[in-house]
């Protein structure tokens, strides 16, 4: 390919203009489509730059004066204090979040339903919010509960209750896979900082929030908005691995928040690794053996080693959460007995707590751990109910080695683990705090493995002074559960979704039967996964990457079948936790997978011959027709063969000759639906070489066969590689003599294959559509990729063979799930990219 043109500094100015111009563009645009969210940006920055030192908390004097609670808010009559709340933040970190807020969540809610509809949500549910939950406080303190006595005395300026509202209300007004999404997410994350962070202003938020769904009701006029809808198994396991991730972040938000009373809190609170073992063994000496006890509990829940240990459930649930959108029934389950355990934990811990708020002398009430003790119980246990009555969503198995190779692993693991700390124990027995016995030892060996905060205070209550038993104690623990957590993972990322070769015999003899129209064969290739419906009469190649099932081209059965095997293929990847894509399918794949509620974008043309009708004459053949001529006069002869009759030096010239074509370019060579070397050897793949007198190698190209109604009807054209020193117009000698070759065969499909990201030219008369979005990105990827890869190029080349097009499509079901899919198709394409061919990549493209 010749390389791209250099571009004049006049050219270049202008492409920067345009582009400086189009970016103008649509920040202008932002700013008209959202006033509302860009002026409460505006507000609060000028609030709190103006409010004295940006990095310092809100002056106390503004605070008292606008803030929102059961002081100025009720005992001092400033109702308006539930609006004026919303206009400041309360420091640099607040700022930050709340603008960000302002312009994403609010400027979502202001394009979904409307400026007016936005600002008369914010300040509804943002007043419901502080007002309801300002009440409920007030009742709680009037009632002596501690934690509203210590929340009434709490002044808050927050302005996400009212942004929080909007985005509520906003999903009434959304497509229901964006507003079930909108409101799993929000509702999870808020409840999650109510249940886990003891700051009132999560309740004023958590109060919006319903707020806003009500008031969404109320706008659109329905309330069926409110009912939950059906949805397919892989929306149900991406909301579960929300909700699961959601609750994972529970434990850690109360670990920042050290002004919350929580076990958790609590101890993290405790991370000095330096425990003072002789403080400890005096304590034991000086006091009762209560006291002794509560300094063992302490100690046994201190130091870097515990505290770890106690996020090892968080840990886990991030991994379940992942497994749960992959499909994967290990995790659902994984994450059923950690919510359970965390639920457990939550009692036993109550008794650590104590013991640890009375050692240190802590003004921490019985109430105010039994508050705690009832909010942890309440979110696993119902993410653990949850998660079972939801299980069949998520039931893919995994492959049976890998989960004897999980088994073992973290069997063999545990063992090894358990043996050295026993036998560090046994060597140093009276070392222990107090004295120990082997059954104590045997005991506190199992408790190694737990959380501190579930077993520090069931007997027996003992800790080492040995410096080696001492790293055991504390390390154990934290290694298997870290080991557990490698090997779940890659337990979790093996699946069987490798096409075995009775399954690849079975899809040719599929496509022998029933065709699969005229890119099928490349569903055959190295690396390619198969679908088979239930009769072994119909089939779906696809390429898995990155949990998205590629389905490469069409299905391939019977025409009346196409609706039945598109929905069948659906719902296997459902069950499977990927994502389904038809990728270059034609018009009634696609037709049939819009009747399913799917999109489609087109990424590119196919171009056609009919063999049959061609002659060669007359201008429109003029480019074609010269390079025919003259290889004739240059005494070029075609060979028409497969790889493996081809002679052994023949083979080796063209194998010499892909591998100078790919060394030339420094760039990584393509895969997925773009054949290698590799593919020339399939027996059912056909060669046509241009050799002249001296069995020199001009050129080659490579043909997959296309079968219709049981019978061969023509090829489709792959593979094309040209020597350095070629004969010009090659390979338009190569497709005409194949052409030619095929109409001998009385052979009625000749396709030239797919042009990427190319777009047929409008004919005389016609008036082509208006670009949509998609189509601008699609565009925008072709020019960026034009110089490396040369996909218009392409496209041109085969327009002088006068073909027919037919746009090939790219069918999704979701279009949130596009990143997904460009990435997918990203390592398909580019499987195996150095460094030095990502840096050529990158320096072709920037040309």
Known sequence: MPPPETATDAELSRRTESRFGSAFGRLLRFLVRAPLSVALAVLLAVNWLFQGHP??????????????????????????????AAGFVSGPVEAIVSIVAALLLLGTAERVMGTWRALVAGLVTGAAGYGVGIGIVAMGAWAGEWWALLSATVVTVDPLPGIIGALMAASAFMPRLWATRTRVAVLTVVLVFVLYDGDPQHLYRLFAALAGLLLGAVFQGNPSTLRPRRSSFREVRALLATVVAAGALGPIVAVLNPDAFTPFSLLSANLDPAIDADRIGARCDRFSSAACDEAIIVASTQGVGPFLLTMVPVALLLIAAWGIRKG???ALWLAILINISIALSALIAFDVAEAVAEFQAADVGIGELIVWVVAALALPVAIAVLLFALRRRVALPSPRGGVVQFLTVVLVTGAVLSALYFMLGLTALSGFVPDATIGDLTVDTIKRFLPPHIVATIDPLMLPSGTLAFIAHQWVGVLFWAVFAVASVALLRRTDSRGSLTDQRLMRTLLERHGGGTLGYL??????????????????SFRLENGVALAISDPVC???RLDEVVAGFVAYCDEAGWTPVFYSAHEATRAAAERLGWHSISVGEETRIDPTVVAFRGKAWAKVRQPLNRGIREGLTTVWSSWRDLPLPVQGRVAA?????????????????????????????????????QEHVHGVTSWLPVHGDGRLVGWTIDFMR????????VMEYLIASATLHMKEESLTVLSL???????????????PPEPTAIDQVLAFLARTLEPAYGFASLFRFKAKFNPQYETLWLSYADPASLPAIAVALSRAYLPRVTRKQAVALTRAVAR
């Open 328 to 330: 994967r029934r290990f």
């Open 657 to 693: 000759i892909s591998e100078q074509w790919v060394a030339e370019k420094a760039l990584p060579e393509m895969g997925f639906t773009l054949s290698g070397v590799d593919e020339l050897r399939d027996p059912s793949v056909r060669l046509m070489l241009a050799v002249d007198a």
């Open 722 to 729: 040209r020597a350095d020193d070629a004969m010009p117009g």
């Open 753 to 767: 294959s797919g042009a990427p990201l190319a777009t047929k030219p409008v004919a005389d008369g016609e008036t």
């Open 55 to 84: 990095l310092a908390p809100l002056d106390e004097e503004l605070l008292e004066q606008f803030g929102a609670g059961v002081g100025p808010t009720l005992e001092d009559g400033r109702w308006w204090t539930v609006f004026t």
């Open 558 to 560: 019977a025409p009346e």
């Open 523 to 540: 569903g055959t290739w190295r690396g390619t996964s198969y679908w088979f419906a239930d009769d072994l009469d119909a089939g779906v």
